[in-house]
Nanobody, 116 residues
Framework: QVQLVESGGGLVQAGGSLRLSCAAS????????MGWSRQAPGKERALVAT????????YYTDSVKGRFSISVDNAKNTVYLQMNSLKPEDTAVYYC?????????WGQGTQVTVSS
């Protein structure tokens, strides 16, 4: 059974940085596409970034391009989201997910709060 556990969220001032981690277990992840989504209060969950397991294919939503970086450590079965130049509008619960053949598995989420 696929399990995803996020960590690394917290409170940071605008302009600061955080690195989120997503530890994956219970599957053969080489065939999965991994990603991060976020959900701000009162808003729908939205895609932030995705990556394939070899790390050579990435996607970023426009609002985070140039500030966020997604990466994968195959040896540790872990996906990272490095977030720099954080803005108050980045405040949300961030969720890691793993997707394959139409099936999506989600982590429990980690809160990121950016103060102005």
């Amino acid at each position: 059974q696929v399990q995803l556990v996020e960590s690394g969220g917290g409170l940071v001032q605008a302009g600061g940085s955080l690195r989120l981690s997503c530890a994956a277990s219970g599957g053969t992840f080489s065939s999965f596409r991994m990603g991060w989504s976020r959900q701000a209060p009162g808003k729908e969950r939205a895609l932030v970034a995705t990556i394939n397991w070899s790390g050579d294919s990435t996607y970023y939503t426009d609002s985070v391009k140039g500030r966020f970086s997604i990466s994968v450590d195959n040896a540790k079965n872990t996906v990272y989201l490095q977030m720099n130049s954080l803005k108050p509008e980045d405040t949300a619960v961030y969720y890691c997910y793993a997707q394959r053949n139409g099936n999506t598995y989600w982590g429990q989420g980690t809160q990121v709060t950016v103060s102005s």
